[in-house]
């Protein structure tokens, strides 16, 4: 596929390529293993799916090193729109990378604990398992931090599209609720954790605005226009 021919459709395809280690790290690896309420069976379960477990990190390293590449073919895309916003959603992705690197660590160490080292013989086994759940803790804490400027980074991206003229103005909306949801989704995850989960169930229809992008560039593609000077002026800021 060239991305000459349609820098929409190749920005569909890395977005759904990258975003998919994302989704088996952040959905399917914890559903497989994390039993809520039960350190015990948590810890078992990572033990005995140690390489699940580690495939799950690996995939979302590899997710966040893409959506380097996904944030830089979508500024491709959309920069004709507006050079600054485009510019402000490539700095809010980017910055949010290494935070999500940094807090797989939390992860790593929740790992270590589990297999149970020869250098931490000197806890006993339910000290370890209660140990790395409190760094699973800590791992989902993180995400909930990232997810702030995950949910900011949509506000530019959703101005960008709806200005367009290449792409229909309803994503460009729901993109901005899904920024939206983000948001509230991080500080209910700081402020108020225990309506964490019935924050994210309610949210999920907006959380479908970023699947619905990706799969309409995926699908159908777009062809942006050249970058003309009130693009670049405050005024179009």
């Not at 039960?38 to 033990?47: L, Y």
């Not at 004709?80 to 939390?106: C, D, K």
């Not at 806890?123 to 791992?139: G, S, T, V, Y």
């Not at 101005?159 to 290449?166: A, D, G, H």
Request: glycine letters at 8%; aromatic letters at 12%; a positive charge.
């Amino acid at each position: 596929m060239s991305s000459a021919k349609n820098p929409g459709r190749f920005a569909g395809l890395l977005y759904v390529l990258f975003s998919m280690p994302g989704f088996f790290a952040m959905v399917y690896v914890p559903g497989k293993l994390i039993v809520h309420g039960n350190t015990p069976a948590t810890a078992n379960n990572i033990a005995a799916s140690e390489t699940l477990f580690r495939l799950g990190v690996a995939g979302q390293l590899i997710c966040q090193v893409g959506f380097i590449f996904v944030a830089l073919a979508l500024y491709e895309l959309l920069k004709g729109v507006n050079q600054r916003h485009a510019s402000l959603w490539v700095i809010l992705v980017v910055v949010a990378i290494p935070i999500a690197f940094l807090n797989e660590l939390n992860s790593i160490a929740a790992l270590i604990l589990v297999r149970g080292a020869d250098f931490l013989s000197v806890f006993e086994k339910p000290q370890r398992d209660a140990l790395a759940m409190l760094f699973l803790n800590l791992h989902n804490e993180g995400i909930g931090v990232v997810e702030m400027l995950w949910g900011l980074a949509f506000f530019p991206l959703g101005l960008l599209v709806y200005r367009s003229r290449f792409l229909p103005r309803f994503l460009g909306v729901w993109l901005a609720i899904d920024g939206s949801a983000y948001v509230i989704l991080s500080l209910t995850t700081v402020l108020l954790p225990q309506y964490q989960d019935k924050v994210f169930t309610y949210g999920q229809p907006a959380f479908f605005g970023e699947v619905a992008f990706m799969l309409w560039l995926l699908i159908r593609g777009a062809k942006p226009q050249p970058l003309d000077a009130t693009a670049l002026s405050p005024a179009a800021a």
